[in-house]
């Protein structure tokens, strides 16, 4: 009898353990994910400033142009420490590392119904967001 309740027991341990972990790699994946979002806008705003910079240089006002040039610096750091930082590798080696280190059957229902579970609860939050909005 012990053994018998020790089985469940352990199960749902294991499931447990598993949840916590596919929320971990979920809340990774998402961090790279908005890393590279940030990424793409900080590119789109350092062509902005740069087309700025170039019309700010045809008219010649050093105070303004040495501002802007600042500003391009900054940007351009920004972007290589992102870079730097492999925001893509990252996410396709999250990616592939959360179905490799499923061993069995029951770890990958367990993972498969935490994967699914995590959308749903997203747009559920999403949904309240917007209605407390309105």
């Known amino acids: 009898m012990p053994l018998q309740l020790a089985s469940p027991q352990r199960q749902r341990h294991v499931k447990s353990h598993i949840d916590t972990w596919v929320d ?11 890393a590279e979002h940030s990424l793409e806008q900080l590119k789109e705003v350092r062509a902005t400033v ?19 040039g600042d500003e391009l610096k900054m940007r351009n750091a920004q972007i290589v420490d992102l870079q730097q930082k492999g925001c893509l590798s990252d996410l396709e080696s999250r990616s592939k590392s959360l179905v490799e280190r ?11 119904k935490q994967l699914l579970k995590s959308p749903a609860q997203q747009a559920h939050s999403l949904n309240e967001q917007r209605t407390a909005m309105d």
Do not use: F, M, P, W
């Not at 979920?26 to 961090?31: F, K, M, P, Q, R």
């Open 24 to 34: 971990r790699e979920l809340e990774n994946i998402h961090s790279l994910i908005d």
């Open 50 to 68: 740069n087309s700025h910079y170039n019309q700010v240089k045809a008219g010649v006002d050093q105070k303004e142009l040495a501002s802007i």
């Open 102 to 112: 499923v061993q069995c059957i029951r770890e990958l229902r367990s993972v498969s």
